[in-house]
């Protein structure tokens, strides 16, 4: 397995455009979460999808965000009319969550996007 | 969620044990105390878990005081490799808290 994969690593976009990035999770996992990271700041969680369904949205996901999963597998985050408060690393992160057991979330590398 | 406090930075020389402290004392009875590390222009990864007995891996050791209000992560011979953020985290993924809540973290400087 060669572990969660996000692409693309860095995108650089003017003010006002839209912004779509993609996640691969580790095949089989069946979570899969979205967090941002500022400069200085540990990664904030955005929000997460069980299989295919969506189940909870921070509130820092403002209505320009949104994400998808379809069929459970790969996810999209996009961001429409992006703002310069935008900037930031953008994580994905999957697990397999088993009863009785404690979850470990495997990380990808990150989109760092750059607003102009 | 319950609050972790860590120092914001800590150095260590190459080979040397690094006891990295963790305060948290408003743990709940069902919180598990999660370590995760960043190392430069990476995503987070795990390091290691505890509950209330010690806890070795290949990567580290987990010390958790008897009261649960405070662990230490200890990486037995740091290297340079081993630089990088580090959190403490408390979590359940078998209750409802299913997001990791990270907080700073401490910055470990590894010195050759």
């Known amino acids: 397995d060669t572990g969660v994969s996000q692409n693309p690593r860095h995108k650089i976009t003017k003010r006002g455009q839209n912004v779509t990035f993609r996640c691969d999770p580790i095949?089989?996992?069946?979570?899969l979460y979205w967090y941002r990271q500022t400069l200085g700041q540990g990664p904030e969680f955005l929000t997460y999808?069980?299989?295919?369904?969506?189940?909870?949205k921070s509130r820092l996901l403002s209505d320009r965000f949104s994400a998808e999963r379809p069929k459970g597998s790969f996810s999209t985050l996009e961001i429409q009319r992006t703002e310069q408060g935008d900037s930031a690393m953008y994580l994905c992160?999957?697990?397999?969550?088993?009863?009785?057991?404690?979850?470990?979330?495997?990380f990808g590398p990150g989109t760092r996007l750059l607003v102009l | 969620d319950a609050k972790t406090t860590q120092p914001n930075s800590m150095e260590s020389n190459e080979e040397e044990p690094v006891h990295l402290p963790c305060n948290h004392s408003?743990?709940?009875?069902?919180?598990?105390i999660h370590w995760y590390r960043q190392l430069p222009s990476q995503g987070p990864e795990y390091v290691i878990h505890?509950?209330?007995s010690n806890v070795n891996n290949r990567m580290a050791s987990l010390a958790i005081a008897e009261d649960r209000k405070s662990s230490t992560l200890i990486l037995h011979r740091a290297t340079l490799r081993d630089a990088a953020v580090y959190y403490c985290?408390?979590?359940?993924?078998?209750?409802?808290?299913?997001?990791?809540?990270f907080g700073k973290g401490t910055l470990l400087t590894v010195n050759p």
């Open positions: 095949s089989e996992h069946n979570r």
């Open positions: 408003t743990i709940s009875g069902t919180d598990y």
């Open positions: 992160a999957s697990s397999w969550l088993t009863r009785g057991s404690q979850e470990t979330q495997y």
């Open positions: 985290i408390l979590h359940n993924s078998g209750g409802s808290n299913y997001k990791l809540t």
């Open positions: 505890g509950l209330t």
């Open positions: 999808f069980q299989n295919e369904a969506q189940l909870e």
